[in-house]
């Protein structure tokens, strides 16, 4: 699902940079990423999404380079295939939690909003245990009902690939565990790429990567 | 861009406050300087109608803008009066048509105009309902004074004591409405008519009361009965008393306010502004049209001063608005970068901002032409309440 060869990523300020000579995840893996904080997890998710993109190298997710391709066809490309998943959750605060969970749908004309997308989102939304939060202000969630909201959004569109940044990282234990299962109960047809520091969670996954090895 | 302007009412109606403070601050931008221009417009438009359908007005010297606008709007102070005898000597020439109008008093708010029938005719005033007035304390009222006094034909209304700590001043008359006047969209609709004998009653120069006995009578001063305090006098004219009314004096002594010159044609008038123009002459004459071009030419001037100064304050409202854009975008960066991440295109990013800005606009712009429309109803009115 994704193959990365020969990759030198650098941001323009600062001095990080991200080497890696070859990775491979195949699809429908799940893949946990663990380092030190700095070591590049992050870096390397908004490259496999391809919110930047690197100055050598290649990257392939699924059928795309997304690596070669504009800036245009990458944000097409994510928001069809990728389901991205951050600590903080990242809603907006002006929307509900239903037009929350649809909103790629309305950012995008790659995908179109419909009846049929909006019953997915009812069902989503009702199998993670918010369906009767839809028309609630998103300030006044918990936050792993937030963190459920924000699954939500990231699953609608059924991704292929799955990229989340320490989902878990801003939850207590309980709905830490609730969190993970909808994640994997949901992406279990898809690729699951996951940034976390808990190491407890690490035998859930198929594969886990270290960042102080994979990275030079 | 549905979507894109969903997703802008949603985030303009979450930031209720920030988006009203916004909508006002551009409303006032587009509102001042256009309701300024209607204003000023419909208000020139206004006078200069008026006016123009007015040739000349005769009156006492004193200021000529007063003048013209108690004879035309029939709102300004009164001006000093002058004898009814002008109208004969205007008549005498042979000049002019001499109309006068005796403007001093009001019932309520509405104001009493003394005149005689030929103002109708002048004006193109039409009775509408009930009658013209016949006898001495009937009225007609304007179409908005019948309105706002609540008359039709057959009521009553009560001309208002000019100061009611004066026990010794003019009684209140009790007027009978015998007709409503049909809308002429002018300041005759708020107006009540009198005959301008009528108008001479409430000030006092006419009165009527029942027969004197002999015992009632204290003196008398040549031909005029001094009666004590036990006379009724009567405060309404109706048909059993009108015999009992008469005038104390000669009626061509009696005040009117101002006098319609309506020549019969252009060298009439010109021959008529000439004769007075003596040194010691105690009347003016004006052309309401050179009154009225002169104030509105004010008006324009403090308008130009007006609109400079709205040019300003609207130049840095729009430099404080554009301000405020572009801290609420710095504050939304993380917004923004999050809808980036998931893939929004740049072009719905765009378009996002520009329909918060468009619906922003829209909303100014029509509450703009709210008070636009509502300042072309009542500007003229509230431009003529400052100047009077």
């Known amino acids: 699902m994704i193959r990365i060869e020969k990759l030198d990523f650098a941001y323009p300020q600062g001095p990080f940079r991200l080497v890696i000579d070859a990775l491979s995840i195949e699809p429908g893996q799940s893949v946990a990423f663990i380092g030190p904080s700095g070591s590049g997890k992050t870096t390397l998710l908004h490259l496999a999404a391809g919110i930047v993109t690197p100055e050598k190298g290649r990257i392939v997710t699924g059928s795309h380079e997304v690596s070669a391709l504009p800036d245009g066809a990458r944000r097409d490309f994510r928001i069809r295939h990728v389901g ?24 995008n004309r790659s995908l179109t909003l419909n009846g049929e997308v909006r019953r997915r989102a009812r069902e989503l939304a009702d199998d993670v245990g918010i369906g009767d939060k839809l028309d609630r202000d998103v300030r006044r969630l918990s936050q792993g009902e937030r963190q459920r909201v924000a699954l939500c959004r990231a699953l609608l569109a059924d991704p292929q690939l799955v990229l989340a940044d320490e989902p878990t990282g801003n939850l207590d234990p309980e709905n830490k565990e609730l969190v993970l299962d909808i994640l994997f109960r949901h992406a279990r047809n898809a690729t699951l790429v996951t940034v976390t520091h808990d190491h407890t969670v690490l035998d859930r996954f198929d594969r886990v990567i270290d960042f102080a090895e994979l990275a030079t | 861009m549905s979507d894109s302007l969903y997703l802008a009412w949603r985030y303009m109606r979450h930031h209720r406050i920030k988006t009203a403070i916004l909508v006002a601050s551009i409303t006032l931008i587009v509102f001042l300087p256009a309701g300024l221009q209607v204003m000023v417009s419909r208000t020139a438009e206004q006078l200069g109608a008026r006016a123009r359908s007015t040739p000349l007005i005769v009156g006492r010297k004193g200021s000529a803008l007063e003048l ?96 009611i700590f004066d026990l010794a ?46 015992g009632e009578i204290l003196s008398r001063k040549g031909g005029t009965p001094v009666a004590n305090a036990s006379v009724v006098q009567y405060t309404e004219i109706t048909p059993q008393n009108i015999d ?3 005038f104390h004096g000669d009626p061509g002594e009696f005040p009117v306010t101002a006098i319609l010159a309506v020549p019969h044609d252009a060298k009439g008038k010109a021959l008529l502004m000439g004769r007075y123009l003596g040194r010691d002459e105690v009347c003016q004459i004006v052309e309401p049209v050179t009154v009225m071009d002169d104030l509105i030419a004010t008006v324009a001037k403090v308008r130009s001063y007006v609109v400079a100064v709205v040019v ?53 712009v029509g509450l703009a032409a709210g008070l636009a429309l509502v300042t072309n109803v009542y500007g003229p009115s509230l431009i003529r309440e400052f100047i009077l």
């Open chain 1, 84 to 107: 991205l998943v951050f600590q903080e959750f990242e809603l907006l605060e002006y929307l509900d939690v239903n037009d929350n969970i649809l909103l790629p749908y309305r950012i």
């Open chain 2, 68 to 163: 013209a606008l108690n004879s035309l709007y029939f709102e300004s102070k009164s001006p000093d009066a002058m004898r009814m005898t002008q109208a004969a000597r205007i008549r005498d020439t042979g000049l002019a048509r001499a109309i006068p109008l005796h403007v001093r008093f009001r019932t309520r708010k509405q104001p009493i105009v003394g005149t005689t029938l030929d103002y109708f005719a002048f004006r193109g005033l039409r009775v509408e309902q009930g009658r013209q007035m016949a006898l001495l304390g009937e009225c007609v009222a304007g179409a908005d004074a019948a309105r706002a006094l609540g008359a039709s034909p057959g009521d009553s209304v009560v001309s208002a004591p000019e100061n």
């Open chain 2, 169 to 214: 001043g003019v009684y209140p008359l009790k007027m009978r409405v015998v007709g409503v006047l049909a809308r002429t969209f002018s300041p005759d609709d708020d107006a009540v008519f009198v005959d301008v004998k009528t108008a001479w009653v409430i000030e006092g120069l006419a009165h009527g009361h029942a027969a004197l006995k002999e």
């Open chain 2, 244 to 246: 009992g009314f008469h």
């Open chain 2, 312 to 364: 300003l304050v609207s130049s840095s409202t729009l430099v404080s608005a554009a301000l405020v854009f572009l801290l609420s975008l710095r504050l939304r960066r993380r917004e923004m970068e999050t809808m980036s991440k998931i893939g929004c295109s740049r072009w719905n990013v765009s378009s996002l901002l520009a329909c918060e800005i468009l619906i922003v606009i829209a909303l100014s």
